[in-house]
C-alpha cells in the first residue's frame, strides 16, 4: 500500500518538458532525502555519467513556467540557480551516483513510475484509436437515422386536398369536365 502511495506521490512530480517526461533536480533530492545541494555536486563529479538525454539544465523561462504551474516547486522561484531536469534514465544513474540503500530504493521507484505512465499512454492512444473508430460507425449511422426519419415524417403526412376525383371519369366530347 505505501508503495501505490509513493507510486502516485513521484506520478505528482513527473513533468514533460522539451517533449521528454522529466523530474526538477529538487523533487528528486526530496525523494532521496539529500539536499539538493548535495544532489547537485555528487553530479557535477560525475558528470560524465549524465549526457544530454539524461540530463539538462532548464532555461529561465523553463523555470518560470515550472515555478508557475507547479505549487509544490514555489520555493525555485527565489533560487539563483537554474534546476536541473533528469530523465527516467537519469534518475536512475543519479540513485546509482548517490550510493545509499534509499537512493536505490527511490531510483527503482522512480523508474517503475515512468514505465507505468508509458503504458498508461499507451492505453489511452489504443483508446483514443477505439473512439475515432466509433465515432465514424456512429457519424454513418447518424446520416442514414436522419433519412428514416425524414421517410417517416414524409409518410405521416395527411395528404391534401385531391384536385381530382378517385376512380374513371368519362370524358365526354363536348363537356367540359
Do not use: W
Not at 23 to 43: F, I, R, S, W
Not at 156 to 171: L, N, V
Request: proline share 3%; charged share 25%; hydrophobic share 45%.
Amino acid at each position: 500500500m505505501t508503495e501505490i502511495i509513493a507510486t502516485e506521490s513521484v506520478a505528482q512530480r513527473i513533468l514533460v518538458l522539451r517533449g521528454q517526461k522529466v523530474m526538477v533536480d529538487a523533487d528528486l533530492a526530496e525523494l532521496y532525502g539529500v539536499p539538493t545541494k548535495a544532489l547537485n555536486q555528487a553530479v557535477q563529479r560525475n558528470i560524465d555519467r549524465f549526457p544530454a538525454d539524461f540530463m539538462f539544465r532548464l532555461t529561465q523561462t523553463e523555470k518560470t513556467e515550472v515555478v508557475t504551474n507547479c505549487d509544490h516547486l514555489a520555493r525555485l522561484k527565489y533560487s539563483r540557480t537554474l534546476p536541473y531536469a533528469f530523465t527516467e534514465h537519469g534518475a536512475l544513474m543519479l540513485g546509482n551516483v548517490l550510493k545509499s540503500d534509499r537512493a536505490v530504493e527511490v531510483s527503482l521507484l522512480v523508474v517503475r513510475t515512468f514505465v507505468q505512465l508509458r503504458e498508461m499512454l499507451a492505453t489511452n492512444k489504443e483508446l483514443a484509436a477505439k473512439l475515432l473508430e466509433l465515432e465514424r460507425k456512429v457519424s454513418g449511422h447518424d446520416q442514414a437515422i436522419v433519412g428514416l426519419m425524414n421517410g417517416i415524417r414524409q409518410l405521416m403526412k395527411q395528404p391534401g386536398d385531391m384536385s381530382r376525383p378517385i376512380g374513371f371519369t368519362a370524358i365526354i366530347k363536348g363537356s367540359k369536365t
